[in-house]
C-alpha cells in the first residue's frame, strides 16, 4: 500500500539532548501544486534525499549483524551499507613492520574527509567508487560502485565520533554490549576473516582495541539517539528476519503498540529494537515512493 503524501511531511517537535528526536522523520513535503507552483525537478530531489542512519559500537557487538537484519527486511536496493572500514587510510609506503604496527581502532588511522566526501554524493544523489581496502598491504584501491538508495546505513565503531559525519546523520544508534561477549565475537571473526590466531586477537586486543574503545568508541555513545543494550549469553543482540517476501513489510507502520517508536524528551539514548528500526525506514521508504508517483504524475 502506498502511503498517503500528507504523511511525508511529518516531523516531531521533541528534542533529546538539545537536539530534534526525530531530526526527519521522512522527506519533506513537495510544494503544492496551484497556478503560481514554482516546484521543480530539485524540488522533488530534495523531498527524495535518502534518510541517513548511523549504527556505532564497539568491535565484535554485531554491527554487521544488524545492518544485514536490516537489509533482509526491506526489499532489495532500498538499504545501503556505508562502511568507515572501507576508509582506512592508504598505507601500503610502510613496510611490513611499520603496517603491523598500526592502530586500526584509532581515529586517525580513517580518512573521515574522503569518507564525508562519499556520504554527500550519495546522499545528492551520485554513484561512488566505495574504496577496496587490503587490511594486510594497508592498500585503498577502486572497489564497487556503489548507488545511491532510499536509506544509508552509515557503520563503524567510530562513526558517532565525528561531527561531520554527526550532523549528516537524521538518526543515531549505539549498540552496547558487555566487553567480554564482545571478545568472544572478535576472535571469531578475526580468525575467520582477517587470517588471525586466537593469542593474536587477545594481544591486539589488549594493546589497541580496548584501550580505544574506552578512550574513543564508548564515549561516542552520548551522541546516539538510541541504544541496544541487551544480549543474552550465546544469543544474537539482534533477532534473526523473519523467513519470506521482504516486501511483506511494506505497509503503514502502526502508530502505538509493543512497536511503538520511542518518546522523546529524555536527554539520554533510548532503548529501541529491531521492529522500531524497521518501522522507521519502511515509513521513509513509502514516503519516497508517494513523493516519486506524485513527481512522475506532475511530469518530473
Known amino acids: 500500500m502506498e502511503l498517503p503524501l500528507q504523511r511525508c511531511g ?3 517537535v521533541g528534542v533529546l539532548s538539545a537536539r530534534p528526536y526525530f531530526r526527519r522523520m521522512a522527506p519533506d513535503p513537495l510544494p503544492q501544486q496551484g497556478p503560481n507552483s514554482t516546484r521543480t525537478a530539485a524540488d522533488v530531489r530534495k523531498a527524495t534525499k535518502p534518510l541517513v542512519i548511523g549504527i556505532a559500537g564497539g568491535s565484535g557487538s554485531g554491527k554487521s549483524h544488524l545492518v544485514h537484519r536490516l537489509q533482509a527486511r526491506l526489499p532489495a536496493g532500498q538499504v545501503l551499507v556505508f562502511p568507515q572500514d572501507a576508509y582506512y587510510h592508504d598505507r601500503s609506503d610502510l613496510d611490513l613492520p611499520a603496517r603491523q604496527a598500526i592502530n586500526f581502532d584509532a581515529p586517525q588511522a580513517i580518512d573521515f574527509d574522503y569518507m564525508v566526501r562519499d556520504l554527500d554524493r550519495l546522499v545528492s544523489g551520485q554513484a561512488i567508487a566505495l574504496p577496496d581496502y587490503d587490511y ?3 592498500r585503498r584501491s577502486p572497489g564497487p560502485t556503489l548507488e545511491p538508495a532510499p536509506i544509508i546505513v552509515v557503520e563503524g565503531i567510530l562513526v558517532l565520533t565525528q561531527a561531520a559525519l554527526r550532523e549528516r546523520m537524521d538518526h543515531r544508534l549505539f549498540i552496547d554490549i558487555p566487553e567480554d561477549l564482545r571478545l568472544i565475537q572478535l ?3 578475526d580468525k575467520a576473516e582477517r587470517g588471525r ?5 587477545l594481544e591486539r586486543y589488549q594493546a589497541t582495541v580496548g584501550p580505544m574503545h574506552h578512550r574513543h568508541v564508548l ?3 552520548e551522541h546516539a539517539d538510541w541504544i541496544w543494550t541487551r544480549f543474552a549469553p550465546g544469543q544474537s543482540p539482534w533477532p534473526v528476519a523473519d523467513e519470506g517476501s521482504s516486501d511483506a513489510v511494506l505497509k503503514e507502520p502502526s502508530p502505538a503498540g509493543e512497536h511503538a517508536l520511542p518518546k522523546p524528551g ?3 539514548p533510548r532503548p529501541i529494537d529491531l521492529e522500531q528500526l524497521v518501522q522507521i525506514m519502511v515509513q521513509h521508504v513509502l514516503c519516497v515512493r508517494g513523493q516519486q508517483q506524485d513527481a512522475r504524475q506532475r511530469g518530473h
Open 10 to 12: 511529518f516531523r516531531d
Open 136 to 138: 594486510w598491504a594497508c
Open 187 to 189: 576472535v571469531e571473526r
Open 197 to 201: 590466531t586466537a593469542d593474536e586477537v
Open 219 to 221: 564515549p561516542s555513545r
Open 266 to 268: 529524555t536527554s539520554k
